[in-house]
């Protein structure tokens, strides 16, 4: 038998008001999640709760790649984090939640759940 | 074929590097291991023990590593101490009512410190110090106490009075024999470490027997030394020596030592040939040994005989030692007392620098027999390395103690046979850490992590940086300097492409000079040295990517992800109506209010998206940033000087007020701190800072690369007499060859201290300009000056900029909601994690 997971995307902003190279914090039904946008134009979303430090704040760490791994380094204690699967690169065992994101026309839409 | 039964008794640092011995040797195929263990507690690196009093928790002295005992299917029962062996019924009964069955045991059990059996003895806050459990009540009872004494001036008791004076007790050593360190030094080497000790602020009393010890007047005890002396404590630490702890050997008759210890021959079999015994425990030919690195060899024999394998014999083993206390070096190897016949010492003794060194030298005087060092014992290494290998002296014996005229080493890392043993604690050689440099080791960490050495005392690690580097160069291996992955340079040449190359961004200098996407070390970097070169705003949209959270949103993110805000108050002078603004924005927005170790206000507790508009109040109030955030000047340290102070012979406040407004906004390398004192008396206690300047009679005198913080440096003094002009001129100079030269993240003070030619060639770079080049550096820093701008008021007037401060994209009118907060002391700071599971279950 098939369980499909039904998603939900759900609008979130325009492509300009996300700076290349910079992340935002997004309000979600339940919780928060960072989207990013990296120098060449790829978006990405993670939760947005920095799990070393409980604070909400991954959407304000910087962007950039370890390897072939694009990551994002934790403001506070500066864990990195795989934009593509969540993995944190310093400790096998925490891994974040990835919201699927997709641009249609100029508009960033994000997966959630339903 | 069922496995048989293998009963660990004592888990400590011998019985765990046992354990890690024999499931590398697959033990676990052969036999069920159950681990019985006295102690609350898995086995720590009691080595390290006195580390738990400078912050170290229970979890990071622990020697097991995660998941060690489910990973390798090992039985470990905590808080079990076995009473009994039935050697005949092969069993062991413990304090918890079981009875185990056994086909082989390992006795690990260690020593327990031997207490002088003292009338008084066991009176309340009467201590050993053995176990964490030890420490927890000595923390307890200084927290009431005054007065603390070590009975036992050993190696262990001057461990434990540091301890005690950590703990803020005044401190007091009681040592029976007429010196110090009884077993290891000397008279004379003795006498000089009773004063190097006395200096810490410890007081020794030796030749001094304790007779009773009874209720005291101004304390909780008196101890009596006789002839009406007497000592008054609340706080007794007894240090006298350790005795092995063999109780349950003795109880079913292995063979026993005359003074103690469980007899074991070259495999650490005891009399029956079931039973092991390893550690302090384990008596062998007639000794003890009391230290951690022959318990690991013991480890190590015992698990290869267990799984059959006999050629490696324990031989004993090299109890040289250097004292673990900071600020007292002492070291004692081999036979320190020259108890071997014909060997002749050689002595150097300086009683104002407080230096003593005795080298004992073999008959033929070729070759070094021991020796005993106190208050410099920087040779350690080498002169252990020339014992230990036996090796022929390079040249006349007394320059093995004779101050070095040229600071040339005796002996360099070259010089050492590959068998060489580096670190004694964990058996490695010279060899072993040429295998694992040959395997890609580059770092003294990496050297650690493989092979790990220097990770237990830590007495060799002087000696293992010099292998490595001696080792790597020979390999040709340019220690590589790169800041990263995606840029070939190091921070240096970093800047002098920039500058050079006229580089203005980041993607300019990635594309022409590096690879991939960059990262979180070469971004930030960057961002500051262009920031140094040309000064563009931090937020302008090339840079404000490239920013750590603190400086893209010029603040200091707190632990719970709020923000500081911290205005300049230039030289820390601030008026009565500015002051009423930061109450008044202070109590407007809730913030915590602290006054900083750099003379001015901090206010934390603000929101990501309250920033703008606090700094709105604030910069329209006539402040501006004061960059706590960024790698740049922080502070101006002033004295209030000739303004007000009596002895006042300048205006420092002035003048510090005239360098902060000149230097504030210049990006380093790493942050800068300044001070003014406007006399000798040195209030501003500027000799601590980067850039100090002392007021006298005839000018100004300046010092430069000190620092506070972890390391600190007292400055050193670089220039005298100065005018106001040549004063700013120097400082000028100064500060764009350190942005020039300096390594990323490198205060001034490490800079110099690496800085080819030290302070006689920075002094000829910048007051004579031996390069040509201190015009360049003035105009560089005049273009910084000119193009200054306070990055929050560019920041508020950019309707762009202030956006990117909300929390959300989506709710922009939303604030985080996951902050909790607790009110202490009539203000309000964020819930600990404890305290938010609380205040979240109340909600
Ligand atoms: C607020 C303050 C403590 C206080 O309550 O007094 C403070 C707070 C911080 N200090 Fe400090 N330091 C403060 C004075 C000092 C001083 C004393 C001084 O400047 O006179 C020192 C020693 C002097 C020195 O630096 O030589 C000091 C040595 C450090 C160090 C160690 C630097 C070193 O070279 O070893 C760090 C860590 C670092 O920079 O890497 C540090 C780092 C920090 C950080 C930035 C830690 C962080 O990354 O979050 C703290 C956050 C500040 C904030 O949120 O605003 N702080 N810090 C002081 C702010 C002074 C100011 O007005 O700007
Ligand atoms: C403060 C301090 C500083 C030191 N500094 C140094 C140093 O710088 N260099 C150095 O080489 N050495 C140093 N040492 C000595 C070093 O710690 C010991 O040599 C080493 O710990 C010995 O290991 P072990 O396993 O034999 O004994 P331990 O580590 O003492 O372990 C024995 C364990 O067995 C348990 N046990 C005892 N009886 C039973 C029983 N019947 N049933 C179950 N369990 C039992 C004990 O509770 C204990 O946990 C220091 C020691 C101390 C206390
Ligand atoms: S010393 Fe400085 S860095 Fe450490 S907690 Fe205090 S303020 Fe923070
Ligand atoms: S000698 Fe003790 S850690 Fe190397």
Redesign the interface.
């Known amino acids: 038998m098939n369980s499909a997971v039904t998603v939900e995307w759900k609008a979130i902003c325009s492509v300009d008001d996300v700076l290349p190279g910079t992340g935002v914090g997004v309000r979600l039904p339940k919780g928060q999640a960072a989207l990013f946008r990296t120098r060449d134009g790829k978006f990405y979303a993670l939760d947005n709760m920095d799990p070393f430090s409980h604070a909400n704040v991954l959407s304000r760490g910087l962007l950039g790649s370890l390897g072939d791994k694009r990551v994002v380094a934790s403001p506070l204690y500066k864990q990195h984090f795989d934009l593509e699967t969540g993995q944190c690169i310093e400790d096998d065992s925490v891994k974040l939640t990835v919201y699927p994101v997709r641009v249609q026309g100029d508009v960033i839409e994000l997966a959630t759940p339903a | 074929m069922a496995k048989q039964q293998l009963l660990l008794i004592g888990h400590g640092m011998v019985g765990q590097r046992y354990l890690e011995s024999l499931v590398v040797q697959g033990g676990r195929e052969i036999f069920d291991i159950t681990v019985l263990c006295a102690e609350p507690l898995p086995a720590y690196d009691r080595v390290g023990l006195t580390s738990y009093f400078s912050g170290k928790t229970a979890d990071d002295l622990s020697l097991v590593p995660e998941g060690f005992f489910e990973e390798h299917g090992i039985t470990l029962k905590l808080n079990t101490k076995v009473d009994a062996i039935d050697r005949a019924g092969k069993t062991v009964t413990t304090n918890t009512g079981e009875t185990l069955p056994y086909d082989k045991v390992v006795l690990a059990t260690g020593s327990y410190p031997f207490v002088p059996p003292i009338p008084g003895n066991d009176r309340d806050n009467c201590f050993v110090y053995r176990t964490i459990d030890d420490l927890d009540a000595m923390i307890a009872a200084s927290k009431t106490g005054k007065v603390g004494t070590v009975v036992g001036g050993g190696l262990l008791g001057l461990e434990a009075a540091k301890a005690l004076h950590d703990l803020g007790l005044e401190t007091h050593v009681v040592e029976f024999a007429p010196r110090l360190m009884a077993v290891q030094v000397d008279d004379f080497g003795g006498g000089l470490l009773k004063d190097k000790i006395q200096e810490l602020g410890v007081t020794v009393h030796t030749s001094t027997g304790t007779q009773d010890i009874v209720d005291g007047e101004n304390c909780t005890h008196r101890m009596n030394f006789g002839e009406d002396k007497y000592l008054e404590t609340d706080v007794i630490v007894f240090s006298a020596g350790i005795r092995p702890q063999d109780e349950l050997g003795r109880a079913c008759e292995l063979a026993i030592g005359e003074r103690g210890g469980i007899v074991v021959n070259n495999h650490c079999v005891t009399s029956d040939e079931d039973i092991y015994a390893i550690g302090e425990v384990a008596l062998w030919e007639g000794r003890i040994f009391g230290l951690v690195a022959p318990g690991y060899q013991m480890a190590e024999v015992a698990a290869e005989h267990l799984m059959g394998k006999a050629e490696q014999q324990f031989a004993g083993a090299d109890m040289s030692t250097k004292l673990k206390l900071m600020g007292v070096d002492v070291a004692s190897i081999g036979d320190a007392h020259g108890n071997t016949p014909g060997c002749r010492s050689t002595v150097f003794m300086d009683q104002t620098a407080g230096v003593y060194k005795k080298a004992v030298i073999s008959e033929c005087g070729k070759k070094l027999l021991g020796a005993v060092l106190v208050g410099d014992a920087a040779d350690y290494g080498n002169l252990l390395q020339l014992c230990l290998n036996e090796m022929d002296l390079p040249g006349d014996p007394s320059a093995l103690v004779a101050p070095m005229s040229d600071g040339a080493p005796l002996l360099g890392a070259d010089a050492l046979p590959d068998t060489a043993q580096i670190c004694s604690c964990n058996n490695v050689s010279k060899g072993d850490l040429c295998a694992a440099i040959d395997g890609g080791a580059q770092t003294v960490g990496d050297l650690k992590a493989c092979t790990k050495a220097s990770a237990t005392c830590g007495g060799c690690s002087a000696l293992v940086k010099q292998v490595l580097d001696s080792e790597l160069e020979k390999r040709g291996v340019e220690v590589n300097n790169h800041i990263c992955?995606?840029f070939p340079y190091s921070r240096q040449e970093i800047y002098h492409l920039v500058r050079v190359g006229q580089i203005t961004t980041f993607?300019e200098l990635l594309e022409k000079h590096g690879s991939?996407?960059?990262?979180?070390i070469?971004?930030?970097t960057v961002a500051n040295v262009l920031a140094s070169c040309w000064n563009d705003w931090v937020l302008n949209?090339p840079h404000?990517?490239?920013q750590?959270?603190?400086d893209?949103?010029l603040g200091n993110?707190q632990?719970?992800?709020t923000y500081s805000i911290v205005p300049r108050v230039a030289g820390g002078e601030i008026t009565p109506d500015k002051l009423i603004v930061l109450g008044e924005v202070a109590k407007q927005y809730d913030l915590y209010t602290k006054i900083t170790g750099g003379q001015r206000v901090d206010l934390f507790g603000a929101r990501?998206e309250q920033l703008p508009e606090i700094w709105k109040i604030l910069v329209d109030a006539g402040f501006e940033t004061g960059h706590a955030y960024g790698k740049s000047l922080r502070t101006v340290k002033s004295c209030v000087g000739s303004t007000w102070c009596r002895y006042g012979v300048k205006d420092s406040v002035g003048t510090a007020i005239q360098v902060e407004d000149r230097y504030k906004g210049l990006r380093s390398p790493h942050k800068i701190k300044m001070a003014v004192s406007g006399c000798t008396r040195e209030c501003a206690e500027a000799q601590s800072k980067d850039v100090g300047v002392i007021a006298t009679e005839k000018g100004w005198n300046l010092y430069v690369c000190g620092n506070g913080g972890m390391r600190p440096r007292h400055a050193d003094l670089f220039a005298s007499d100065l005018t106001d002009e040549q004063l700013i001129k120097t400082i000028d100079r100064f500060l764009m060859f350190y942005i020039k030269t300096a390594d990323r993240l490198q205060r001034t003070s490490v800079w110099l201290e690496n800085l080819e030619g030290g302070l006689d060639y920075l002094k000829d770079v910048i007051l004579n300009d031996s390069l040509g080049m201190g015009d360049e550096l003035e105009a560089q820093m005049q273009h910084v000056i000119e193009t200054y701008q306070c990055e929050w008021k560019s920041t508020i007037e950019d309707p762009e900029a202030v956006?990117?401060f909300?929390?959300?994209?989506?709710?922009t009118a939303?604030a985080?909601d996951?902050l909790a907060y607790v009110r202490e002391r009539g203000q309000r700071r964020p819930a600990y994690?404890h305290e938010?599971i609380e205040l979240v279950e109340e909600a």
């Open positions: 992955e995606h993607d991939g996407d960059g990262c979180d070469c971004m930030p949209k404000a990517g490239l750590d959270t603190n893209y949103f993110m632990r719970d992800g990501v956006k990117r909300n929390h959300f994209i989506n709710e939303e985080d996951n994690e938010r």
